[in-house]
């Protein structure tokens, strides 16, 4: 998206991808209709399929936009703060040098057990993020504060109950459900605040008619909430315009990139409203797993939506985790013991490192920096 000689020449960072994502449940109370739900079918509508095919529609309201085409074969299940999951998480992380949990859903905050896995995976020595819509938030954010969670992504998809109620299910287009959506939002943010819990707002832009509720949440949040624009994968230029179009009416100048050595996420830094405020759009590079990605049907400019995101963990309905390397090939997902003695992990790492050093030959400035955790942000359609 950013490709201008002038976003070109900016000042580069480089961190380099050590985030591991994990879907810790399904559930979700929103039914948006742009969420890729970590690629997994909706459970609630698919509970008494076998392996699949899988419902890509039913009761819920909930969607899962590539469920239909990628290939997943299984449920994913809630995962619990016991020893397979300590276990799992510490393989990963003696493995592939992972530094960073992410917590996603479904929506996290509707985990009962949430500040235990929190508490669970900082003990592993990670640090914890999560990606929220805030459903839940005042209730579960001051205990997981106070066992390490680091930083909450929220998403936000409205900024008022018309505007939220316009992304739902044609059937769930209630504004007295938005509005109470939207005051839970406000006391999940509250929440991070009270409790020393860094915030951020990502806001998905699917078109101009988004537009207004960015200006809204700029003027509603103080400039310690950092905001991140996002595009929506599913609605192609038309969002990637819309979002150009808020920039320009905010007087928005470019600063500086950040790129991600391993992994498609990136973002670029601007200043806004005079200087007065900083916002990023975060955007996809075109990366590729040299062996994995070969040959994919997916593998071209028009098809593969999100290139090579980073790693997520799922744990299926029998208990087992798999780890996954793409949304919209569902069917790359593999068991744990077979992704850490396999090709593919060793794949990741040396990608990992050949565009590390590849980025640093392109951009040798002295903004580089040493090898940081890429921070990934919640995004229904990333």
């Known amino acids: 998206m ?41 459970v609630v509508d698919n509970r008494r399929s076998g392996p699949g095919p899988f419902l890509t529609a039913g009761s819920s309201g909930r969607t899962s936009i590539y469920a239909a085409t990628n290939g ?21 992380r003696e493995r592939m040098g992972f530094t960073e949990l992410h917590l996603t859903g479904g929506e996290p905050t ?32 001051p205990a997981c504060a106070n066992v390490g969670l680091d930083r909450v992504n929220f998403s936000i998809f409205g900024t008022t109950p018309d505007e939220l109620a316009q992304v739902q299910h044609d059937r769930f287009r209630d504004p007295a459900k938005a509005t109470a ?6 006391a999940s943010i509250q929440a991070c605040v009270d409790h020393g819990v860094r915030a951020s707002a990502n806001i998905v832009i699917l078109d101009h008619t988004h537009i207004d509720r960015v200006h809204r949440l700029l003027d509603t949040y103080a400039p310690e909430l950092s905001v991140r624009l996002l595009n929506s994968l599913d609605h192609g230029q038309a ?11 905010r007087g928005a100048v470019a600063e500086a990139r950040r790129l991600t050595a391993g992994a498609s996420g990136a973002r670029t830094a601007y200043s806004i409203d005079g ?11 075109p990366v ?37 390397v793409c949304l919209q090939r569902m069917d790359l997902c593999q068991p744990i013991d077979d992704f850490l003695n396999g090709p593919v ?6 990608f990992r490192q050949a565009d590390r050093d590849r980025l640093e030959a392109n951009h040798r400035t002295p903004t580089t920096s040493p090898t940081t955790t890429h921070h990934t942000e919640g995004n229904p359609t990333t």
């Open 345 to 350: 992990s060793t794949e990741i790492l040396r």
């Open 239 to 249: 969002s990637i315009d819309a979002i150009h179009e808020v920039l320009a009416q």
């Open 72 to 92: 997943s074969s299984f449920l994913p299940a809630t995962i619990p703060p016991d020893e397979d999951f300590a276990h799992a998480l510490h393989r990963l």
């Open 275 to 285: 200087g007065r405020r900083r916002i990023h759009v975060k955007w996809i590079r």
């Open 181 to 186: 959506k939207i005051e839970a939002l406000h």
């Open 2 to 42: 950013d490709t201008s000689s002038a976003v070109e020449s900016l000042p580069t960072h480089i961190d380099t991808d050590t985030t591991l994502r994990v879907k810790i449940l399904d559930a979700c109370g929103m039914t948006c209709t742009f969420c890729h739900n970590e690629g997994t079918p909706v």
């Open 110 to 141: 509707l985990h009962p057990r949430l500040p235990d896995l929190v508490r669970l995976a900082t003990d592993q020595g990670y640090r914890v993020c999560m990606t929220s819509n805030g459903e839940n938030g005042a209730r579960q954010i």
């Open 288 to 324: 590729r797993l040299p062996a994995t990605c070969r040959g994919c049907w997916f593998n071209n400019d028009t098809d593969c939506q999100e290139g090579f995101y980073g790693l997520r963990l799922y744990r299926d309905r029998p208990g087992n985790y798999l780890a996954g």
